[in-house]
Every structure is written in structure tokens, then in C-alpha cells.
């Protein structure tokens, strides 16, 4: 078990904003902190003492969501206007606006390398654009409600989403496909994203819940009810160690995800917690609420260092590889029937942990190590996704302590994941395949808006033959008229003769 620290603490708070504020992100130099709100303003906060906020008008509507670029030269807003801006957070505050929704766009986030842009809308549809060209590329669309988040996976292949459909989609961005649903909310999905590894998604509920899926197996593998109202944001810590949730029950929670167990409730909004976020190394995180504020508060209860914690688990945790196209593609049926358990009581369905707290047990610390399982089956033959292995692999991305038996994972690795080895070979073969992929990404955006303007010319020669058809049709019966005219007027002529 962890040994926990100091309680987190409140360092700072910011206010600026007139409205309740939805979303927080921290710039990559931790030096910055974003925020959007519903009184149409972005305000960018340094954390540097006593320095100057900026405040950026433009949005003609609440703004919804918020992102630092992964270089920090750049932050995306979207907002119920409709628009999505790229703006650049100097004096100057000069924007970009992305036009394509045709109704409140509710989230955008870019990709880890920085060249796209995915978003969300009330137009039931997750728009992806891109970055360098300013410009919508292609539509992903199988939601039947208003969706509410989507996010990029770390490696950019795949797209996670969630709407008022209750469904959280999993989309191929090579394809453009959705390869899998998990339709397993009680009530509208109201944030999804990607763990740091990609190998596990996270969703939340308007019903109170949390859950997160392995995408190796399709499994649901944690599930929380620690909030007695709905859950509006979530933020991994980038060990996976850790989550930290915001809702309209007007708390922060942490949650040990090593542990699966609530360790700490924090209280500082008057209002719903609309939004949270970690800072990129983990050791600040920030919340926005109702009240309008935004609080900036301090991560002591992880202040043992990532290799210390790694070390503690080595012999209960592997690391985990991306998951691989093939093995995200579903499996058979994963339909999660509600269990009415014992508080965090802990059960192995299909070969997997499955933690499922019942209701109610929001003050609940009671439980079983979640990786507990994983302890007595860390030997050399265990490989994530088998039907054997027992956890969901929490683990840090930058692991050294791997443990023992790592060869004969490998080599488990090579038979039944071929191209999730690249990290074992050169260097310079791997920078090699990585051009490659992102060449070979160049020419499916290509195709698509090749496809798409070969549809739109499509469209635009049916509407050409139809226009000549009805005309070729009037001229027809135009024709046909005169002539009845002409032959009456003859008759006439004749009879008069």
C-alpha cells in the first residue's frame, strides 16, 4: 500500500470570470493556466507571482472547452457559438475561428503531436481539423444525441467520444469507422479520455459514476460511485496512479487507482465542480465551478517520486504496451449488468478484477488492492489481454523498474502483437517507420477531402441533370402546347371556311 503524504492543499485562487467557469488546462510549461466560461471570455492566468492575468474576447457564446497545444504556442477554445478559435496567447490575442458545426461545439482537444484538432457538437457529430491549414478535414457520425466530449488517444490512431446517447464510441481515424460502443451509462455520458498509456479509457455520468474499460479486452474493469450527483470532468494523473473528478456535488475527489479506493474529498466551491485538470508533470491540479473560481491546489499526497512508487509495485505491475488496432476491435458482446454488491467489493468476472461500489458508498475507504490480483501472476508467462492476466495495468509511462520476466514478455509480445514491439528496435528504424505512419496519415487526410470533394461535385451534377431534366421536360410540354394551339387555330380557320 502507499504511504500517503500530506492532504493536497489550496495554493492559489483566480478570479476574473462573471460566469461559472467549464473548463481548465494547464500550459505544457506549467507556467500558465487556461480557462473558458460561460460569460464568453478566455482568461490565461500566470502562476508566476503576482504576474498580470490576460483576458481574450471573441466567442459570442459560453465557452465550453479549453486546451494548451503540446508546445504551448497555441490554445483552442470551443464554445455554443458554434465556432471553435485558435487563439495565440500573447498581448496581441489574435484568433482563428474553425467553422463547420452547425450547433454548440462542447469540447476540443488537440492531438499529442499538435496537428489536429478533434471536437464535439449538439449536431451529433465529432469533427476532426486541422491544425496547420486551418480547416475542417472529416466528420465522424453514428451518435443519435448531442455528444458531449471526444478526445484523441495518445498515438493519435484512435478517437474516444461520449454524448446523451449514453454510448461512448471508439473510432478508427484511419478508417473513419467506429470500432467499438460501450453503451453502458446510466444516464448521459458527460467526459471520456484516454489514460496516458492508451491503453484504458475513463468516462463519467450524469447518473454519479466513473468507469473505466481496458481496450485490450473490452472490459469494464473499475467502476465508482463516490458522487452523489453527476460528474461533469475528470483528469488522469500521469502516473495512471491516480484521478481526480469534479462535480455538481460541489466536491474534488482523488481517487487511488492502484488501491481502487476514494482517498480524499475536497471542498473549496460553493456550486458544481464543472471542471479539473492535472498539470503535465502531476504535481499541481486545478478546478472551476458555478462560483465562478478557479482554484489551484497542490498534489502532496503524491510527493514520493514515480520511481519510488514503481519500485514498491514491480512485482505487480507490468508495463503495458499501445493497445493494437486488432486487439480494440470487439470481441464478443460486453454488456455490464448492473451488481448490487457490497461496498467496493471486489470480483473477477471473466478472468478479470472488476471493482463495482454500490450506492451510497461515496465515503466509502474500504477496499481490496485493485492490482492485488496481479501479484501472484506477475511471472514470466503473464502478457495484459490474455485471458489469464488479472488487472488493468496502472502503471506510470515512464517506467524503468520493469520488473523481472520482462524477456519472456517480449517474446509473448512478438507473437501475439507484432508491431507493438518497435520500442526494442533502432532508432533510427523506428523514426524511419514513424515517418512512414505519418506520411501515410498525410495521404488519408488526402483521400478524405479528395472523397469529399468528389461527393460534393457528385452532388452537384445530380442537381445539374435534374435542373436539365425538368427544363428539357418544360420545353417539352411547352412545345406540345403550342402545337394543341396551333391545331385549334386551324380548325377554326377551316370552319369558318
Not at 471536437?119 to 476532426?128: E, G, L, P, Q
Not at 506510470?396 to 512478438?414: D, H, I, V
Amino acid at each position: 500500500v502507499l504511504s500517503l503524504q500530506d492532504d493536497p492543499t489550496l495554493e492559489r485562487h483566480f478570479k476574473g470570470h462573471k460566469e461559472a467557469v467549464t473548463c481548465v488546462d494547464f500550459s505544457p510549461n506549467r507556467k500558465q493556466l487556461a480557462s473558458g466560461s460561460v460569460d464568453k471570455c478566455l482568461m490565461i492566468w500566470n502562476l508566476a507571482p503576482k504576474a498580470r492575468a490576460f483576458r481574450f474576447v471573441g466567442h459570442q457564446d459560453a465557452i465550453t472547452g479549453v486546451q494548451f497545444s503540446p508546445s504551448g504556442h497555441l490554445v483552442a477554445t470551443s464554445s455554443k457559438d458554434r465556432t471553435v478559435r485558435l487563439w495565440t496567447p500573447t498581448l496581441k490575442g489574435e484568433s482563428t475561428v474553425f467553422k463547420a458545426h452547425t450547433a454548440a461545439v462542447r469540447s476540443v482537444a488537440f492531438s499529442r503531436d499538435g496537428h489536429r484538432l478533434v471536437t464535439a457538437s449538439d449536431d451529433k457529430s465529432v469533427k476532426v481539423w486541422s491544425v496547420q491549414r486551418r480547416s475542417f478535414i472529416y466528420s465522424l457520425c453514428q451518435h443519435t444525441n448531442w455528444v458531449r466530449c471526444a478526445r484523441f488517444s495518445p498515438d493519435g490512431r484512435l478517437v474516444v467520444s461520449c454524448g446523451d446517447d449514453r454510448c461512448v464510441r471508439l473510432w478508427d481515424t484511419s478508417s473513419k469507422h467506429c470500432i467499438n460502443c460501450f453503451t453502458d451509462s446510466g444516464g448521459s455520458a458527460t467526459f471520456v479520455d484516454f489514460n496516458s498509456s492508451g491503453t484504458c479509457i475513463a468516462s463519467s455520468g450524469a447518473d454519479g459514476t466513473l468507469k473505466i474499460w481496458d481496450l485490450r479486452t473490452n472490459k469494464l474493469i473499475q467502476h465508482y460511485q463516490v458522487h452523489s450527483a453527476g460528474v461533469n470532468s475528470f483528469s488522469f494523473h500521469p502516473s495512471n496512479n491516480y484521478l481526480i473528478s469534479g462535480s455538481s456535488d460541489s466536491t474534488v475527489k482523488i481517487l487511488d487507482l492502484l488501491e481502487g479506493r476514494l482517498i480524499y474529498t475536497l471542498h473549496g466551491h460553493k456550486g458544481a465542480v464543472i471542471a479539473v485538470s492535472f498539470s503535465r508533470n502531476g504535481e499541481l491540479f486545478a478546478s472551476g465551478g458555478a462560483d465562478g473560481q478557479v482554484l489551484l491546489w497542490r498534489t502532496n499526497f503524491d510527493v514520493k517520486s514515480y520511481q519510488d512508487v514503481l519500485q514498491q509495485h514491480a512485482l505487480r505491475s507490468t508495463p503495458d504496451p499501445p493497445p493494437h488496432l486488432s486487439d480494440v476491435h470487439p470481441r464478443g458482446p460486453h454488456l455490464h449488468h448492473p451488481m448490487f454488491l457490497s461496498p467496493f467489493n471486489l470480483q473477477a468476472l471473466n478472468g478479470r478484477t472488476h471493482l463495482t461500489p454500490t450506492q451510497g458508498s461515496s465515503n466509502s475507504h474500504h477496499s481490496s488492492s485493485f492490482l492485488a490480483h496481479r501479484a501472484a501472476s506477475a511471472a514470466a508467462d503473464e502478457w495484459p489481454g490474455g485471458e489469464g492476466s488479472g488487472g488493468a495495468g496502472w502503471t506510470a509511462g515512464n517506467q524503468t523498474g520493469r520488473g523481472r520476466g520482462r524477456e519472456a514478455r517480449e517474446e509473448a509480445a512478438a507473437q501475439t502483437q507484432p508491431l507493438e514491439v518497435l520500442s526494442g528496435h533502432p532508432a533510427s528504424l523506428h523514426s524511419t517507420l514513424q515517418h512512414i505512419v505519418q506520411q501515410l496519415d498525410v495521404l488519408t487526410q488526402t483521400v478524405s477531402v479528395l472523397e469529399e470533394r468528389l461527393t460534393l461535385t457528385e452532388d452537384k451534377l445530380k442537381e445539374c441533370l435534374l435542373h436539365q431534366a425538368r427544363t428539357v421536360r418544360d420545353l417539352r410540354a411547352s412545345r406540345e402546347r403550342r402545337e394543341t394551339e396551333s391545331d385549334d387555330t386551324d380548325g377554326s380557320a377551316d370552319h369558318f371556311a
